[in-house]
């Protein structure tokens, strides 16, 4: 009996995932946009506040989370694990997020 339940847990427990009656651990993105001068990109300037950031589930193309960036230019989202877009800069910015893992991004987007 013991070595029966010993196989049924783990079988039992991706089925529990994959029918969606488990939600997998969240993971973590977190970033900061810096300004940049489009004479001289390659010199980061000071954190932008209050830009608009955007998280786009890469799969289905569904917009997962959005935010803005605080006085310090930082952002955070907390999602489910999966590929994902990042938009608040001047190019997508591609991130996997992991089951209880932070990812970190950093942003470049013109000054105003």
């Known amino acids: 009996m013991k070595s029966l339940m010993r196989m049924l847990g783990p079988i039992l427990a991706f089925c529990a995932i994959a ?3 488990v939600q997998p651990k969240p ?5 900061v946009v810096h300004g940049v001068k489009h004479y001289d990109a390659t010199h980061l300037g000071p954190p ?10 890469s799969y289905t193309g569904d917009i997962a989370a959005r935010t803005k960036t605080d006085s310090e230019g930082r952002f955070s989202f907390t ?7 990042l938009w608040g800069g001047e190019r997508a910015e591609y991130v996997d997020v992991k089951a209880g893992q932070t990812s970190t991004v950093e942003l470049t ?4």
């Open 19 to 21: 029918c969606g009656i």
């Open 27 to 31: 993971g973590t993105v977190t970033g």
């Open 48 to 57: 932008l506040a209050n830009r608009e950031v955007t998280l786009i589930n």
């Open 79 to 85: 999602v489910q694990p999966g590929t994902y877009s």
């Open 109 to 112: 987007a013109p000054e105003k």
